[in-house]
């Protein structure tokens, strides 16, 4: 628990953050240094969109202080520019995650970016925070010099050249695909208002965000018309019978969005996560799941389906909303190596068999 207030702490600096003593017990948040304030109604405290309006007041804060020719200047510059304005809000606050790790060398002139510089800041980015963050850093890096060499802010991009963080190998996938069981297993310990926003994480492969935040109006009888926030590619899908019968069941409520909470208002992704880690612990130790499963897990099962039905890469993209195929070749890959495995298992199983019923004459 003290991590997590810790890595609160750091990550709130130079922020006031409380709840009024007395009712209503209004949330107050505002920055110390310059007054500003965060209307806490309209953005949820500690919610992604809560810490989209951090970043953005911080930034305004350190803009006048960016050195002419430093990585300081590129990334502001960058964060003012149409291509930084047009990605998602999630994908923005994960580029600010990397910002506010570089900061403590914003001032680094960008003629010191050589490879081996990068190299040294990609593996103290992996001694800190692990091969995953690590790799993250690189492909901002990357995107920020790329971006710059367009403008002319910078002669090279020096990430070119790097190679990723190794992942090691003892651990497990991240996100794993769920087996059949697990599916089953959890779609019959949910209460009637989780349901669908399984039902849409499972069946069609929306991403939790997406899927807590599909509007009402995406819905009619032809099926679901969306965006996938992530990438603004559209997504159209049919209503078939497992998402039909959860809206079905799903309680009555007033909220804009299609799903909502027990007590009738839009879900936040933390409030589905606390109540989803509730049910997942139970089923753990009852044994009927296993150990690994994330929401972002159904989004692969999804995937590795479609895969495993010898869907291409193109038809997975569109169901999925991926930008490219790069992430469909991957569930295509699996599916290949489980088929050849299991092809290989069969083909074990019939010649140990053949070789019990080969009967072996005794020598003269």
Known sequence: MSGRKDKRKNKYAGWK???????????RAY?????????????????????MEVHRINQLHHEHEAKPGSLGMLIKRYRASPRFQKRADRTRADY?????????????????????????????????HGFRFANYVRSV??????????????????????????????????NRPWTDSERDAVMAALPPHMLLPFGLMMFYGLDPQDALALPRTAISDAGIDTRRKKTGQPVYLPIFEPVADAIAKMPEHNAITLCANSRGKPW????????????????????????GLTLKGLRHTVGTILAEMGKDNGTIALVLGHATEAMAKHYSRRADRSKQATAAVFDLEAELNRRKTKVVKPDA
């Open 141 to 174: 890096l990357s995107l920020l010099f790329s971006w710059g060499l367009e403008y002319e802010l910078v002669k090279e991009n020096p990430v070119a050249e790097i190679s990723l963080a190794e992942r090691p190998k003892n651990l497990p996938d991240a």
């Open 96 to 128: 600010q995650r990397v910002f506010n790790w570089l900061q403590p060398i914003e001032d680094t002139e960008l003629q010191r970016f050589t490879r081996g510089f990068i190299a040294k800041l990609r593996d103290k980015a992996e001694e800190q």
């Open 268 to 291: 936040t992704y933390n409030g589905f996560s606390t109540n989803w880690d509730k049910v997942k612990r139970k089923l753990q130790t009852a044994q009927l799941i296993q150990p």
């Open 31 to 51: 920055h110390r240094k310059t007054g500003a304030k965060i209307d806490c109604s309209k953005f949820e405290v500690y919610s992604l969109a809560f810490d």
């Open 17 to 27: 953050i409380h709840r009024d003593k007395k009712p209503p017990f209004r949330w």
